[in-house]
C-alpha cells in the first residue's frame, strides 16, 4: 500500500506534503503531525500559503483570512473544513498585509503596517464595509492611516527598531495595535498603542493620520521568535491574546483598554512553526493559522484554554 500511494503520487505530481499527511492519515502515525496541545483542525487550500490573518465570523460560522506581502489583495472566507467559501477582492494593494480583526457590527479591517525595515511613513488599516461582505466585483476600502509619535527617523537605528507591526484589534471604537520588535534581546519585547476607528467620524474627509497612543509595553522573551504576531481580543473583551511562533500569551482581570495590566497566562504549543494568525471563536477555543514551510504548516489548528 505505501508502495502504491508513492507510486501514484510521483505520476500525478501530488505535492509532498499531500504524500505525508497521506501516509500519517493511513498509518496512524501521531509521530507524523504531533502537534503537541494544537489540535489539527484542516490543512489550508495552497492559496493561503503565506496566510498571516484570522478572524472568526460567528455569523457565517467560518474565518476571513489573508496573505501578507507578495499576494493578491484578497480576503478569503475558510470554513472549519479549510475551504474557501468566498473571496473578497480589494481594490487597493496589498504592501503587507499582516492581520484582521472585525468590529461589532460586522465591518472587516486589515492591517497594511507590515514594516520590517521600519522605513514605512504610509502605516494604515483598510476597511470593509459589512454591506459588501457579499461583493463579487472590487470592493471599495476606506482608509486610516496613523503613525507612531515617539519615531523620528526612518528607519531608526538598530537599537530602537520597535516599529514593525503584525498584530492588532478593533475593540469599543479604537484599533490596538502591539508592535514587533527587532532591537537585539528585545525580540520578544511589545508595546501596545491605540488609534481612532474611522467610524466614529462624520465625514471620510475630515480625518488624516492618527497619532498612535502608547499604552504599556510587554515582554514575552528575549530569544529569537518571540516577536508578536497576532493578536485578538475575546467577544466579552475579558481576555485578550497574543501569539509568537512557541506560545500563545492570554491576559486577563486587566483594567480599562491597559491590557498589560492584570494577569498573563503562557501557552506553549509544543510545536514550532510560522504562526502568524489567532482569533477566538468562544471564552475558551482559540485557532490558530500557521504559513506554509516544506513539507510542514498551511495548517488550522484549535487551542483550547481556561475559562
Known amino acids: ?9 510521483m505520476k500525478k505530481h501530488f505535492t509532498y506534503k499531500f504524500l505525508l499527511l497521506s501516509l500519517c492519515s493511513l498509518l496512524f502515525l501521531t509521530s507524523c503531525s504531533n502537534f503537541g496541545n494544537l489540535k489539527l483542525q484542516a490543512d489550508l487550500p495552497s492559496v493561503l500559503e503565506e ?6 465570523d460567528a455569523k457565517e460560522d467560518a474565518f476571513w483570512m489573508l496573505n501578507d506581502s507578495g499576494n493578491k489583495p484578497s480576503v478569503y472566507l475558510v470554513s472549519k473544513q479549510g475551504k474557501i467559501v468566498r473571496e473578497l477582492k480589494i481594490d487597493a494593494q496589498n504592501n503587507d498585509w499582516e492581520d484582521i480583526t472585525m468590529d461589532a457590527e460586522g465591518n472587516l479591517y486589515v492591517g497594511d503596517f507590515g514594516n520590517n525595515e521600519n522605513k514605512r511613513k504610509d502605516l494604515h488599516i483598510l476597511k470593509v464595509k459589512k454591506e459588501d461582505l457579499d461583493n463579487k466585483g472590487k470592493i471599495k476600502v476606506e482608509k486610516i492611516y496613523f503613525s507612531f509619535p515617539e519615531q523620528k527617523k526612518f528607519p531608526p537605528k538598530k537599537k530602537k527598531k520597535y516599529y514593525d507591526v503584525e498584530a492588532f484589534f478593533e475593540w469599543k471604537g479604537s484599533f490596538y495595535i502591539f508592535t514587533k520588535s527587532r532591537v537585539k ?36 522573551c528575549p530569544d529569537q521568535y518571540c516577536w508578536i504576531t497576532a493578536a485578538d481580543i475575546s ?13 500563545a500569551w492570554v491576559f486577563t482581570g486587566f483594567t480599562g483598554d491597559n491590557f498589560f ?47
Do not use: C, W
Not at 51 to 56: A, C, E, H, L
Not at 193 to 209: A, C, H, L, M
Not at 235 to 247: E, F, R
Not at 268 to 296: H, W
Open 1 to 9: 500500500m505505501l508502495n502504491l500511494l508513492i507510486d501514484v503520487a
Open 235 to 247: 467577544k466579552d473583551g475579558k481576555k485578550v491574546v497574543l501569539i509568537n511562533h512557541k506560545s
Open 51 to 56: 496566510v498571516s490573518g484570522i478572524q472568526y
Open 185 to 220: 534581546n528585545e525580540i520578544g519585547r511589545t508595546f501596545l498603542y491605540r488609534v481612532n476607528n474611522i467610524q466614529n467620524y462624520k465625514s471620510s474627509e475630515t480625518y488624516g493620520v492618527f497619532e498612535a497612543e502608547l499604552i504599556a509595553d510587554f515582554t514575552t
Open 261 to 307: 495590566s492584570g494577569s498573563v497566562k503562557e501557552y506553549p504549543f509544543e510545536y514550532e512553526s510560522q504562526k502568524e494568525s489567532i482569533t477566538f471563536q468562544n471564552k475558551t477555543s482559540l485557532f490558530i493559522a500557521d504559513e506554509e514551510n516544506g513539507m510542514e504548516g498551511r495548517n488550522l489548528y484549535q487551542l483550547e484554554i481556561k475559562e
